[in-house]
C-alpha cells in the first residue's frame, strides 16, 4: 500500500489485541539510522538496502 500509515512504525511488537500469527518489524527497527543491513541465513550473507527512491533491495 503506497503512502499507508504503518501502525507498527517504531515498534518491533504489534499493538496489544492485535492478532497477528506473522511477526511484523518497521525498517526504522531493523536499519536505525543506516540504509543497508546485512542478514545471515543458514549460513550465508545477504545485504537488504535501501534505495535512494525508498524501495527495499536483497542480494545475496
Do not use: W
Request: net charge positive.
Amino acid at each position: 500500500m503506497k503512502n499507508a500509515k504503518d501502525p507498527f512504525k517504531n515498534n518491533a511488537l504489534p499493538p496489544d489485541g492485535t492478532v497477528n500469527d506473522r511477526r511484523r518489524l518497521s525498517s526504522s527497527v531493523l536499519f536505525g539510522a543506516r540504509n543497508e543491513i546485512v542478514i545471515v541465513h543458514n549460513e550465508e550473507e545477504y545485504r537488504l538496502r535501501i534505495t535512494s527512491n525508498g524501495k527495499l533491495i536483497l542480494t545475496k
